[in-house]
């Protein structure tokens, strides 16, 4: 899903499924490709990509008490 932030800029909200054993490098390709472009302008490392994992004991994927 893309959504706009406050100055109109598209971001992106992706939930990708895989297993555990991908993630890394999964996290870094796609940190690759995000940084490619003005990869050095201040916060771009910091903001450009924000990957969290599912905490099953709060949520589901889906946004629903799994309790």
């Known amino acids: 899903m893309a959504e706009p932030q406050h100055d109109g800029t598209p971001h992106w909200h992706m939930p990708v499924f ?30 450009r990509c924000d990957f969290k994992d ?3 004991s709060r949520d589901s994927a889906t946004g629903r008490s799994m309790g």
């Open 18 to 47: 895989l297993e555990q054993h991908q993630s890394n490098e999964f996290k870094a390709v796609i940190e690759h490709y995000a940084l490619r472009e003005d990869g050095d302008e201040a916060g771009a490392k910091k903001y």
């Open 54 to 56: 599912i905490d099953y």
